[in-house]
């Protein structure tokens, strides 16, 4: 992809094949780490949300499809790319990397095949402050950012006792926040995330803030439940303050959540590596899980996505085809090409489930003791519709636009009054 153009003189810049204006008040795009429709009007809906519930009237109020697999770096790095898997080249939190043959995190900037929106930003003189509740996604999301104090900073709530000029443009994180390092296992981990970016508005006002939490709360709670209004509720007073700073605020989801457990309160699971070590033989096939990542308690690394690796394609995907709770059974081709994946990033076979199934591994290799909550969890198609919210209204009607998570810069930056 041709490197980024200012063009001064109208104003706008080109990244990744699409042209934003620069922005004339500081921008906030907010992704929401696993926020269902339904959380957000459930909280309005019990007057926990007073900011909510005057944006949902007021301003631009939406539902987009994510990018499938319905997971949390694929996602974030479309909304920050503006592009599908396809181009950014991240299609899992883990995977088969074929240049090693190894299973690994897609943590590591190297697997990014663009730039995001942020250096090119910064280039035509934005400051820029990207802010994440997991460390995980700070290497992929500030890549090719120049930190400087005051100017660009990237940090996680997570690691905020480890801030440094060199690595994250700042330091001191948790004095300007006034709140200790949260647990990783918390809803003040995202909770930091919010006060860390009114901090930094009231002090820096970047033009450009991109702000990311953690699912941990909505792999736990369903919309309307009181742990979640809770959540949202402590949400709504940190986006009202963002607003009162006259910011442009888009908010939006890397994925959905669903209920994933049966009758008996247990994760309704298919265990895809052992049902194809019955079908052809101990370890013949291997079925990779891309949700895996360092933090798997919430979710024991059961999502409804998986890709497979295997021979004899046709006699396998018609035997999936016949168990119950498989959504969809595509070869690599087909994937790439119905979810703008990267082809050389996914297995032989990409496994979807259906809305409350998900897919394992061998059931001896999941943790599970980590679920005291039945089992929530996200990755398929189920998993695609998010909100796509904004405090302005659109500068003109939307007609029948197909809107994705990673038109949130777009959004904020061309579309809205
Ligand atoms: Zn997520």
Same mark, same amino acid.
Not at 217 to 224: D, N, S, V, Y
Not at 388 to 410: E, M, Q, T, V, Y
């Given at each position: 992809?041709?490197?980024? /153009?200012?063009?001064?003189?109208?104003? /706008?810049?080109?990244?990744?094949?699409?042209?934003?204006?620069?922005?004339? #008040?500081?921008?906030?795009?907010?992704?929401?780490?696993?926020?269902?429709?339904?959380?957000?009007?459930?909280?309005?809906?019990?007057?926990?949300?007073?900011?909510?519930?005057?944006?949902?009237?007021?301003?631009?109020?939406?539902?987009?499809?994510?990018?499938?697999?319905?997971?949390?770096?694929?996602?974030?790095?479309?909304?920050?790319?503006? #592009?599908?898997?396809?181009?950014?080249? @991240?299609?899992?939190?883990?995977?088969?990397?074929?240049?090693?043959?190894?299973?690994?995190?897609?943590?590591?900037?190297?697997?990014?095949?663009?730039?995001?929106?942020?250096?090119?930003?910064?280039?035509?003189?934005?400051?820029?402050?990207?802010?994440?509740?997991?460390?995980? +996604?700070?290497?992929?999301?500030?890549?090719?950012?120049? +930190?400087?104090?005051?100017?660009?900073?990237?940090?996680?709530?997570?690691?905020?006792?480890?801030?440094?000029?060199?690595?994250?443009?700042?330091?001191?994180?948790?004095?300007?926040?006034?709140?200790?390092?949260?647990?990783?296992? /918390?809803?003040?981990?995202?909770?930091?995330?919010?006060?860390?970016?009114?901090?930094?508005?009231?002090?820096?006002?970047?033009? @450009?803030?991109?702000? /990311?939490?953690?699912?941990? @709360? #909505?792999?736990?709670?369903?919309?309307?439940?009181?742990?979640?209004?809770?959540?949202?509720?402590?949400?709504?007073?940190?986006?009202?303050? +963002?607003?009162?700073?006259?910011?442009?605020?888009?908010?939006?989801?890397?994925?959905?959540?669903?209920?994933?457990?049966?009758?008996?309160? #247990?994760?309704?699971?298919?265990?895809?590596?052992?049902?194809?070590?019955?079908?052809?033989?101990?370890?013949?096939?291997?079925? @990779?899980?891309?949700?895996?990542?360092?933090?798997?308690?919430?979710?024991?690394?059961?999502?409804?996505?998986?890709?497979?690796?295997?021979?004899?394609?046709?006699?396998?995907?018609?035997?999936?085809?016949?168990?119950?709770?498989?959504?969809?059974?595509?070869?690599?081709?087909?994937?790439?090409?119905?979810?703008?994946?990267?082809?050389?990033?996914?297995?032989?076979?990409?496994?979807?489930?259906?809305?409350?199934?998900?897919?394992?591994?061998?059931?001896?290799?999941?943790?599970?003791?980590?679920?005291?909550?039945?089992?929530?969890?996200?990755?398929?198609?189920?998993?695609?519709?998010?909100?796509?919210?904004?405090?302005?209204?659109?500068?003109?009607?939307?007609?029948?636009?197909?809107?994705?998570?990673?038109?949130?810069?777009?959004?904020?930056?061309? +579309?809205?009054?």
């Amino acid at each position: 992809m041709a490197p980024d /153009s200012i063009n001064t003189s109208s104003g /706008s810049i080109d990244v990744n094949g699409r042209r934003y204006k620069l922005p004339k #008040q500081p921008t906030v795009v907010v992704c929401i780490d696993g926020s269902e429709p339904g959380y957000i009007e459930s909280a309005v809906k019990a007057r926990r949300a007073p900011w909510f519930a005057k944006i949902l009237k007021n301003g631009t109020n939406l539902l987009a499809d994510c990018v499938v697999p319905s997971f949390t770096n694929p996602n974030n790095l479309s909304i920050v790319t503006g #592009q599908p898997p396809k181009v950014h080249g @991240i299609s899992g939190n883990y995977f088969l990397d074929p240049d090693t043959g190894k299973e690994v995190m897609m943590n590591d900037p190297k697997f990014l095949r663009v730039e995001t929106l942020f250096p090119s930003f910064q280039r035509a003189g934005c400051r820029i402050a990207v802010v994440t509740a997991k460390d995980k +996604l700070r290497g992929l999301l500030g890549k090719d950012l120049k +930190l400087v104090p005051g100017k660009a900073c990237s940090f996680s709530s997570e690691k905020s006792d480890k801030t440094t000029i060199a690595e994250n443009g700042i330091d001191n994180v948790n004095a300007l926040v006034g709140m200790p390092v949260p647990d990783v296992y /918390s809803a003040a981990l995202s909770e930091f995330v919010f006060a860390a970016g009114v901090k930094l508005m009231e002090r820096d006002r970047p033009e @450009i803030m991109y702000l /990311s939490t953690t699912d941990y @709360i #909505q792999h736990k709670h369903a919309p309307g439940t009181p742990v979640a209004n809770d959540f949202y509720s402590m949400m709504d007073g940190y986006m009202a303050r +963002l607003d009162a700073m006259s910011c442009t605020i888009v908010l939006t989801a890397d994925h959905g959540m669903n209920a994933k457990f049966g009758k008996d309160g #247990q994760p309704d699971v298919i265990y895809l590596q052992d049902l194809f070590d019955g079908w052809v033989g101990k370890d013949k096939a291997k079925v @990779i899980l891309p949700i895996t990542d360092p933090y798997v308690v919430h979710h024991g690394a059961l999502g409804s996505y998986a890709v497979v690796y295997c021979a004899n394609l046709e006699q396998w995907i018609a035997k999936l085809q016949g168990v119950p709770g498989i959504e969809a059974v595509l070869t690599k081709a087909e994937a790439a090409k119905r979810f703008e994946l990267p082809a050389d990033r996914l297995g032989d076979l990409v496994v979807v489930s259906t809305k409350h199934k998900v897919l394992g591994t061998s059931a001896a290799r999941h943790d599970l003791s980590g679920l005291t909550e039945p089992l929530r969890s996200h990755g398929g198609i189920s998993e695609q519709k998010v909100p796509l919210i904004c405090n302005r209204k659109l500068a003109a009607p939307a007609g029948s636009r197909h809107w994705r998570n990673f038109d949130a810069f777009d959004l904020a930056f061309n +579309l809205v009054a």
